[in-house]
């Protein structure tokens, strides 16, 4: 559960117009839970599945939060066939989880801290709506991630993409211009070639007869040479 006020860096925070995730989520995505506490070794709730919003420093039992931890923000980590999960009431109140496929157990909605391994997918679920990071299959076709983690990874891909994206699209535009401009020269050049006075240069190799005429030479027609003659 969450508990206390709601600090600053447990938001989304914005710098230069991007989103960053707050400083404890990457942390929290990296932690082992459910081990067993060694500072409360003789305790039979020394099973770590609890961490702190505002220390982030690893997973901590019963104890470890009723000692060093009061009225700390804290969340509780609960497993699902062997991976971290947490329920979605909790983790929506310090971070935004839309996009993030939901999952109902034991009558709770939770999602994914991490992907989960996969078997390669069949050729009949590839039209199936998956997740854009791992391509795991979705329940739902609007959601775009499986986990939270497959989030952060997907955000930090698409800001790079919008910033390199800009980019080369000048770029790109730029390039068009170049070709644009040199298309339309190269077809006045064409253009000014071509002399109506002229038969085309490959009228020549058409051309049968005794006498090989040179190119571009006019002749004078045979018209004339029978006017002599009368």
């Known amino acids: 559960m969450v508990t206390g006020e ?3 860096r447990m938001k989304e925070v914005k710098k230069d117009g991007e989103k960053r ?5 990457e942390p929290l995505l990296t932690t082992d839970f459910f081990v067993q506490c060694k500072a409360h070794i003789g305790s039979h709730k020394r099973e770590c599945n609890m961490y702190c919003l505002d220390c982030f420093n690893g997973a901590l039992c019963s104890l470890c939060l009723s000692q060093d931890h009061y009225n700390h923000h804290t969340i509780q980590i609960r497993r699902s066939s062997y991976h971290d999960v947490i329920r979605a009431v909790e983790i929506q109140k310090v971070f935004d989880i839309s996009r993030v496929q939901t999952y109902v ?3 709770a909605r ?19 709506p998956c ?20 989030k952060i990874a997907g955000n930090s891909n698409e800001d790079y993409c919008k910033t390199n994206g800009k980019k080369g699209k000048i770029e790109a535009s730029e390039t068009e211009s170049f070709s644009g401009s040199g298309k339309e020269s190269g077809r006045n050049t064409v253009v000014e070639s071509f002399n109506p006075s ?13 006498t090989k005429r040179r190119k571009g030479i006019p002749h004078r027609s045979s018209f004339g ?6």
């Open 6 to 8: 709601e600090p600053i």
């Open 21 to 25: 995730s707050p400083p404890w989520l």
């Open 105 to 107: 157990i034991n009558s």
């Open 110 to 128: 939770v999602v994914f801290l991490n992907p989960r391994p996969q078997p390669r997918p069949p050729k009949a679920a590839a039209a199936s």
């Open 131 to 150: 997740c854009h990071t791992c391509f795991r299959s979705l329940l739902d076709s609007f959601n775009f991630y499986c986990s939270l983690a497959c």
């Open 198 to 210: 002229t038969p085309p240069p490959t009228s020549v190799s058409y051309q049968t007869g005794p």
């Open 225 to 230: 040479g029978l006017m002599l003659e009368v």
